[in-house]
């Protein structure tokens, strides 16, 4: 069965800090891992997906098969950044989504 | 731009009464997803179709049906509410994937129903 787990609840930071919200999978193929991030009175929305390697608004992520993990990270966080941040999985080629149980970021000024 | 739309935002609602949640999505999208929200328990899916009259269901189908007459359309039922139905209910809509390519889901802005 495919499951996704993100350990924090909540985590707060301060303005100009690192950020990392954890995310690990369990899953026995090739996985297709993204983040969704919403933000206060605003609809969820795809943030970045492995696939694409690619940074959006700072953050990145990496697949590592491995330790079965898709952290993602960002070297110094915003105020911006405060938002739900959603780790979702999905088999490849599946038109579903799994996701966990959410991440609330507070970044302080 | 896709426009994912729910045909309220708030919804208060008696015990025992049916309840529809409308979602119309205005891209051509072939999938449509019905989601709940509650804090600390993510999001998870209620039922999907994958194209007109065509329905799965998801990890939480108990109480709930569906109907999807169109393809732009796609309603949540809940044939009698219970009060553990309170949540936010969220719609979403993607196109067909293909090989191994996935697409990105678009997601309403929530209907917020309470069973009183």
């Not at chain 2, 309840?19 to 998870?44: A, I, K, S, T």
Request: aromatic share 12%.
């Amino acid at each position: 069965a495919q499951r996704v787990t993100q350990p924090e609840k909540l985590l707060s930071v301060f303005k100009g800090a690192p950020v990392e919200l954890k995310c690990n999978y369990s899953y026995s193929g090739s996985p297709e891992l993204f983040w969704y991030v919403q933000y206060s009175r605003q609809r969820l929305q795809l943030l970045l997906r492995h696939i694409s390697r690619e940074s959006i608004k700072g953050f990145t992520a990496d697949l590592n098969k491995g330790e079965t993990s898709f952290h993602l990270k960002k070297p110094f966080a915003q105020e911006e950044d405060s938002a739900m941040y959603y780790c979702a999985l999905s088999r490849g080629g599946s038109e579903k989504l799994v996701f966990g149980k959410g991440t609330k970021l507070t970044v302080n000024p | 731009d896709v426009k994912v739309t729910q045909s309220s935002r708030y919804l208060v609602k008696r015990t025992g009464e049916k309840v529809f949640l409308e979602c119309v999505q205005d891209m051509d999208h072939e999938n449509m997803f019905w989601y709940r929200q509650d804090p600390g328990l993510g999001l998870r899916l209620i039922y999907f179709s994958y194209d007109v009259k065509m329905k799965e269901k998801g990890d939480i189908p108990e109480g709930y049906s569906v109907s999807r007459e169109k393809k732009e359309r796609f309603s949540l039922i809940l044939e009698s509410a219970s009060t553990n139905q309170t949540s936010m209910y969220l719609c979403a809509s993607s196109p067909r994937t293909s090989g191994d390519d996935y697409n990105e889901q678009f997601f309403g802005p929530g209907t917020r129903l309470t069973v009183l």
